[in-house]
């Protein structure tokens, strides 16, 4: 449930400022290395960063969500982050038709706060596990 608290945290400033900010981020991990701290915690990290650098480097998220996803890696670990990711995708995908449906651009010129798609994405995770 810790987690669920920086997620929300991270979602709600996400939604007013459209950043996710580093100090969300940084208490998260280290909240999480003094809690939870293991070698799936930084496998679930690294995996994640090295998946979704890529994508930031092209353009098709921002930095704040690769390392909002790699808080959540840290946390969930690499199987568990794989199992909710499904949920995340599908959330992010009716986020971006709503988000390109109220500002009239292109579905993939559309700019999502995708740190709510994520908290909503790891709740029913979080709850059914």
């Given at each position: 449930m810790v987690?669920?608290?920086?997620?929300?945290?991270?979602a709600?400033?996400?939604?007013?400022?459209?950043?996710?900010k580093n100090t969300i981020i940084i208490a998260?991990?280290?909240?999480?290395?003094?809690?939870f701290f293991s070698k799936e915690a930084v496998t679930g990290l690294a995996v994640t960063?090295?998946?979704?650098?890529?994508?930031?480097?092209?353009g098709w998220c921002g930095a704040g969500d690769v390392k909002l996803m790699m808080l959540t890696g840290f946390y969930l670990g690499t199987i568990e982050l794989f199992n909710c990711t499904l949920t995340i995708v599908g959330l992010a995908i009716i986020f971006a038709e709503l988000c390109s449906y109220s500002e009239k651009k292109p579905l993939l010129k559309a700019e999502i706060p995708?740190?709510?798609?994520?908290?909503?994405?790891?709740?029913?995770?979080?709850?059914?596990?």
């Open positions: 987690l669920l608290v920086f997620l929300f945290a991270a709600c400033n996400d939604v007013l400022t459209n950043k996710i998260g991990l280290l909240t999480g290395g003094v809690l960063f090295f998946i979704l650098y890529p994508l930031y480097r092209i995708f740190a709510v798609p994520v908290f909503l994405g790891v709740i029913p995770h979080m709850l059914f596990r």
